[in-house]
């Protein structure tokens, strides 16, 4: 079983709806939890950084950590077709683990 | 541009030959990280550096390939005969992190390799 384990999708949504992500882990250590975003051959980048359990919130994105369950979700509101792109769970303890990826594409 | 930098962007080689990839961090991070990825799946941790001490090796990283970072500044990857399965995307991420926390890690672009 992989530590940190993510459905690859493909996930593909209209444009406005809400994209829904979520991956699970079994590392009880982890207490960084973060969402990469990543284009066709390009590097991830870094799109939200939570520490421990809760809600975080950044413009159109809402990242929420639940430790109980090892449970983290990435939220997208009124997806554009510019956030069709690869999306990439990690978390840490002191170096990053990463799920497989979901891939979303949001059709215009 | 501030960000992490890695070069070459692409590089073709052929099977038994040796290929040396370069990464800059951003300035003043502490940790300097290597991941593989390969199509279709998330980043794989290879090994990491705090300042020029490397702290930790994956088991993927056979003894054909090795790391360093001399001063604590930029780091190298060096792959001694190539083998197709090492056809894949060497990523370098840097973080300021100096213990376990402070982990946000930024990425470079990567280094393509293709192995024929």
């Known amino acids: 079983q992989k530590e940190v384990e993510q459905d690859p999708g493909p996930l593909s949504v209209p444009e406005g709806a809400i994209v829904s992500l979520n991956c699970t882990y079994s590392?009880?250590?982890?207490?960084?939890f973060m969402w990469y975003r990543q284009y066709s051959r390009k590097g991830p980048e870094l799109l939200m950084y939570?520490?421990?359990?809760g809600n975080k919130e950044d413009g159109r994105f809402t990242a929420q950590v639940d430790k109980s369950s090892k449970y983290i979700s990435l939220f997208i509101r009124d997806s554009q077709p510019s956030d069709s792109a690869t999306y990439l769970c990690?978390?840490?303890?002191?170096?990053?683990?990463f799920g497989a990826g979901t891939t979303v594409t949001v059709r215009a | 541009d501030t960000g992490v930098s890695q070069d070459p962007r692409h590089k073709i080689t052929k099977r038994g030959q040796n290929v040396t990839f370069r990464c800059d961090p951003i300035?003043?991070?502490?940790?300097l990280y290597w991941y593989r990825q390969t199509l279709g799946q998330g980043p794989e941790f290879l090994t990491y550096?705090?300042?020029?001490?490397?702290?930790?090796k994956s088991r993927l990283l056979s003894d054909r390939f090795s790391a360093e970072r001399p001063k604590g500044s930029f780091s190298t990857l060096e792959i001694q005969r190539t083998e197709q399965g090492d056809s894949a995307m060497y990523l370098c991420?840097?973080?300021?992190?100096?213990?376990?926390?402070?982990?946000?890690?930024?990425f470079g672009q990567g280094t393509r390799l293709t192995v024929v």
């Open positions: 939570t520490y421990s359990s």
């Open positions: 550096f705090q300042n020029e001490a490397q702290l930790e």
């Open positions: 990690a978390m840490n303890d002191y170096k990053l683990s």
């Open positions: 300035s003043e991070h502490n940790r």
């Open positions: 991420a840097s973080s300021p992190g100096t213990g376990q926390g402070n982990t946000e890690a930024f």
């Open positions: 590392n009880s250590a982890f207490q960084y």
